[in-house]
């Protein structure tokens, strides 16, 4: 299964796609006027600025603007709360509305149990997978874990001593992360003692405030504290080491730990709209992701590529969905 960069990254960002607007939470509109209102569009994020899926969201939309895909302009909303089930209660209440569009991830899917909401990711309407995105184990600089080795030793004597959190609610991949490296490990998942983020600001608080002692995120928004030594990286989740930063971050099968765990994020409308329009936004996006400035987009970010559309991504989001409520189940949250 499958949350801000550098300074530096922005501004190549700034020079590639001709700028990604920073918007407040009330949203403003980003790019350039094109004289046609009706082909304006909404992006929803459901996190807050700086975020994964603002990440995600925003080079999505910068792309989109820059090629003039959709031959109108974008405005992009950050909707807080709820690890993204207030923002995925006003997709659901945009039913019919065809102008707005949503990125999504696997933090949504558990927070629609988290927070018992009567609706499921799937009951929108699917449009792409764009992306997967490695997990990584953070800690302060000054943490006595030197090793992930050194923390699966520690976690195993008691984990109950050692507070882990992440940016997501329970169901989320920061939450789901650390559930499956306890059991791989040998560690009870219910003896966890995991302390739930609203998003990746607050975790590095937490880190740097040694609220908790270790974190569980994706690392596009770390990479400042990484880069200036305030956050270490004990290993990330995926198949092959991660680059890009000072060193390279093993991976958990080069400790001896089995397992490969990876986030994702894509793109959604509100039910209810037609057949027509659902295939005329998943052109954009499929436009979108063949362009040159999304592929560097993806090298910039470290993300690996895991585009689908339609109907396949919407069989994905139900893969999820039960999965995560297997989890959930098991660790009797359900």
Known sequence: MRVTGSARRRTRWVAVAL?????AISGTACGVTRGDPSKDLTMLIPNSPGGGYDQTGRAAVAVMEAEDITGGTFEVTNIMGAGGSVALTRLMNAEGD??????????????SYSFALPHRLQDATP??????DQEGILVPADSPFKTIDDFVEAWKKNPRKIPVGGGSSPGGPDHLFPMQLASTVGVDPRKVLYVPYDGGGPLTSALLGHKISVGFSGLGEFEGQIEAGELRVLAVSGDERMTGFAKEIPTLTESGIDLVFTNWRGVMAPPGISAKRREELIAYLTKMHASPEW?????????IDAFSTGDEFGDFLKEQDARVADTLEELGLL
């Open 19 to 23: 700028g990604i607007c920073l918007v």
């Open 98 to 111: 065809e102008n707005t569009l949503m990125t999504v991830g696997l933090g949504v899917v558990g927070s």
């Open 295 to 303: 592929q560097q987009a993806l090298e910039d970010n470290k993300w």
């Open 127 to 132: 449009l792409a997978q764009l992306i997967e």
